[in-house]
């Protein structure tokens, strides 16, 4: 009898392996000599009604749809069982049904997630395309306003200061020839020539002093777009306020405040957890209070890493500080002194 079972159990085990490689029909062609070879091992010894309700399942699953269907095609083989085998099949077609059920289940899940996995990533493909796309409208934009200012800037100065430049040269080439005979005209010509010419000198210097932007508003402008490409790529609500007089703020200062800011947004992204952040600007007395906080869960232990010890080198460069607090949400705030700056500026 053992050879036999041997001989039932090794064709069941090779005709499942083969199954589970293949779908669809050939799947459950390679099934039905499977659950053949069960039935003709019953003849032999009846334990082999135990791993029927198995392949019973997965033939009746590839036929019906999943449901009561394949619970009745698992009642197909009780007329044929052996005396005292009823309840010990009942029990394997339960456990059999439940569990397998739920690896169907679980099955589809798994399907499911994964197409919409590869539909997030079609997306996110379109998506990026979209945005590569308009980084290079932004930065053909950017060509376009720079030729166009420069395009403004070449009228503005042939309007203004080409008709300025052609009066003095036609005056002074009219002094020229009456130098031989008439000294006095030629004299009040080249007065009238130098006047045109201060007035043109005066034009160019009102125009470049219109045109060039004020320190305090490339500083704070800079800040501004910093904040807002940080709320866009991260979606963290970011605010940049000021108070006080952002004209005693040096290059130096915006730079260090720039650097500082930046580095203390790349914190709150990494560690924070925040939804806001906000960035003010103070301009006190003698100090410059620049203070980066956010809403996210903070820190009692702080710890020093290359960017907190950075941002103090930056600081100290220009005699300040930096003071971090962790108890609500996390604040860095960089403290710049004035005094020195500003009387180095009024001596030169």
């Known amino acids: 009898m053992l050879p036999e079972c041997l001989l039932v159990a090794l064709l069941h085990i090779s005709l499942r392996l083969a199954a589970g490689l293949t779908a669809g029909l050939p799947r ?3 099934l039905l000599p499977a659950a053949a070879a069960l039935g003709a091992g019953i003849a032999v010894h009846p334990a082999f009604v135990l791993p029927l309700p198995i392949t019973v399942y997965e033939i009746a699953s590839g036929i019906f749809r999943p ?10 083989p009780l007329p044929a069982l052996p005396d005292g085998w009823l309840l010990p099949y009942g029990i394997a077609a339960a456990a059999s049904f439940a569990c397998l059920r739920a690896f169907d289940t679980d099955a589809r899940r798994i399907r499911m997630l994964q197409d919409e996995t590869e539909q997030l990533r079609h997306k996110l493909r379109r998506t990026s395309a979209k945005l590569d796309e308009m980084a290079g409208y932004v930065r053909q934009s950017e060509n376009v306003m720079k030729l166009e200012e420069r395009s403004r800037i070449s009228q503005r100065l042939h309007d203004e200061i080409g008709q300025s430049l052609t009066g003095s040269l036609m005056q002074m080439e009219a002094a020229r020839r009456l130098l031989g005979t008439d000294r006095a005209k030629a004299e009040q010509l080249l007065q ?4 045109i010419g201060k007035e043109g000198i005066d034009r160019i210097r009102l125009t470049l002093k219109q045109w060039k932007p004020l320190p305090e508003q490339l500083g704070m402008h800079r800040l501004k777009r910093l904040a807002a490409e940080f709320e866009a790529q991260h979606s963290i609500r970011a605010s940049v306020t000021h108070e006080g007089d952002l004209d005693r703020i040096l290059p130096i200062h915006w730079k260090i405040i720039h650097d500082n800011t930046a580095e203390a947004l790349t914190n709150v992204l990494k560690y924070a957890a925040a939804s806001r952040v906000d960035i003010h600007v103070q301009v006190m007395r003698a100090m410059i209070r620049s203070v980066v906080a956010d809403d996210g869960q903070g820190a009692v232990r702080i710890v020093k890493g290359l960017g907190l010890a950075g941002m103090e080198e930056r600081a100290a460069a220009a005699s ?6 962790g108890s609500r949400g996390f604040t860095v705030t960089t403290l710049l002194p004035l005094d020195v700056h500003e009387s180095g500026r009024r001596n030169s």
Request: charged share 10%.
């Open 320 to 325: 300040g500080t930096v003071i971090v607090d």
């Open 192 to 195: 009238q020539a130098i006047r």
């Open 28 to 30: 459950l062609l390679l």
């Open 67 to 76: 449901g009561w269907s394949i619970l009745a095609a698992l009642a197909v």
